[in-house]
C-alpha cells in the first residue's frame, strides 16, 4: 500500500455531463478518502472543459465541508466537444502533467465514461462514478441522483393528484430520463398512475383510454399518466389532445416537469450510494487499478470495465451492430446477452405491476 500511496499523490475529480443530485456527496467522499490516505486533491472545474483549460482548485478536507446536502454540482459541469479531438486529449494530458495529477476519478454518465478511457488510455488512470438521474447506465442499476429525481417526481405529482380530485381532472406528466423510462415506471407505479407510457414497453393508447373511462364508471375522479420523454417530442402532448376528444366531458391537462428534477437536496440513497462509490474509486486508485467504472449490481458495489460498461450500454440500446457483437469475446457476448434478458425481464414485471395497481 505504501508503495502504491507513492505512486498516486495528488487525483483530480471532475464531474461531467448533466448534473445529478448526489453528485457533491460523491466529490466529499473522494476527497476525503484520499486526504486520508495521504493523497492531495485537485478539484477540476466545469468537467473536461476545465481539464483542457486548467481550471483546478486544491481541495482540503474542509472545502467539502457542508456540501453533502446540495444539490448540483460545486464543481460545474460543461459539455466539451474539444475533449473528443486529438488535440483536446494533449491539452488535458498536459493539464495533468502540469498539476502532477496522478489519476482522474470522473462523476457522470456514458459520455464521461467515454472520456475517462480516452485518459487511461494516454497514461491518466482513471475510475468512473455513474451520476445521472436518468438511471441509463446499463452497467449500474442505480446511479447517483436517481432516488432525488424520483422523489422529486413523487412530490409534484401528489400536487397535481390533489388539484385533479377536487376538479375530476386527468393530468397527464412528462418525465425525463431520455431515452429510459425508468423515472418514469418507477415514478408512475409510486404516485398510483393509471398508465405509464415508456418506449421499452408497448403503449396501447387506446386500451389506457378505456381504463380512465371504466374507472370513471366506478366513481374514480382523478386520472394520472406518466409519460417518459423517450416517447418522442410532443408525444405527451398529443396523447393529452387524444384523451380530450374521446372523452370530451372530462377535463385533460399536460404538465411537463423538466429540469425540476434534476434539483434539490439528495436524498438518503443518493447521499450514501454517493458516498460508498467515490470511497472505492479512491482505493481503486490507490490499488494501481485504471480504467474501471463503479457500479451497483444486486446491491452490491462492484468494478466493471469501462470499456465493457460502454459496450453493454450500445448493446442494450441497440447501438451495436450484430457484427459489432460478434467481434467481442464469447464471454462478453454471454455474460451481455444474460444481463440484458434479465434487466428487460425486470422491466416488464414492473410494468405489470403497474397495470394491475390501475384498475
Do not use: W
Not at 475533449?83 to 482522474?104: H, L, N, S
Not at 452490491?300 to 467481442?328: G, H, P, S, W
Amino acid at each position: 500500500m505504501d508503495e502504491i500511496n507513492k505512486k498516486i499523490r495528488r487525483i483530480g475529480v471532475l464531474t461531467s455531463g448533466g448534473d445529478a443530485p448526489g453528485m457533491n456527496a460523491a466529490v466529499r467522499a473522494v476527497t476525503r478518502m484520499a486526504i486520508s490516505n495521504g493523497i492531495r486533491v485537485m478539484g477540476i472545474l466545469k468537467g473536461y472543459r476545465g481539464l483542457i483549460d486548467g481550471e483546478i482548485v486544491e481541495y482540503d478536507a474542509r472545502a467539502v465541508s457542508n456540501i453533502l446536502t446540495l444539490g448540483g454540482t460545486v464543481l460545474y459541469s460543461d459539455r466539451c466537444d474539444e475533449f473528443k479531438t486529438e488535440k483536446g486529449m494533449k491539452k488535458a494530458c498536459r493539464t495533468c502533467q502540469k498539476y502532477e495529477i496522478d489519476g482522474i476519478v470522473a462523476i457522470g454518465g456514458d459520455g464521461t465514461f467515454r472520456g475517462a478511457t480516452d485518459l487511461s488510455r494516454r497514461g491518466i488512470p482513471t475510475i468512473g462514478i455513474p451520476g445521472t438521474i436518468d438511471n441509463d447506465i446499463t452497467a449500474t442499476e442505480y446511479s447517483i441522483g436517481f432516488d432525488t429525481a424520483m422523489n422529486t417526481v413523487v412530490a409534484m405529482v401528489d400536487r397535481l393528484r390533489d388539484t385533479s380530485e377536487s376538479h375530476a381532472r386527468c393530468s397527464v406528466v412528462e418525465v425525463m430520463g431520455r431515452d429510459a423510462g425508468h423515472i418514469a415506471l418507477q415514478g408512475g407505479i409510486a404516485v398510483g398512475a393509471t398508465g405509464i407510457a415508456i418506449k421499452e414497453m408497448p403503449f396501447d393508447e387506446d386500451e389506457c383510454i378505456n381504463r380512465i373511462i371504466h374507472a370513471r364508471m366506478n366513481r374514480k375522479r382523478n386520472f394520472i399518466i406518466i409519460v417518459s420523454e423517450g416517447m418522442g417530442t410532443n408525444y405527451a402532448e398529443n396523447f393529452t389532445a387524444k384523451i380530450s376528444r374521446q372523452i370530451p366531458d372530462m377535463e385533460t391537462r399536460f404538465a411537463r416537469l423538466a429540469h425540476v428534477q434534476r434539483g434539490g437536496s439528495p436524498t438518503l440513497r443518493d447521499r450514501l450510494v454517493a458516498t460508498v462509490m467515490g470511497n472505492r474509486a479512491v482505493e481503486l486508485l490507490i490499488e494501481g487499478k485504471k480504467n474501471l467504472v463503479v457500479c451497483m449490481q444486486n446491491s452490491k458495489v462492484v468494478d466493471l470495465d469501462i470499456e465493457y460498461a460502454l459496450n453493454l450500454d450500445k448493446r442494450y440500446k441497440n447501438k451495436m451492430t450484430d457484427e459489432q457483437f460478434a467481434a467481442l469475446s464469447e464471454s462478453d457476448q454471454k455474460s451481455m446477452t444474460k444481463f440484458i434478458k434479465q434487466k428487460k425481464a425486470e422491466i416488464a414485471e414492473f410494468y405489470q405491476i403497474s397495470k394491475r395497481m390501475s384498475i
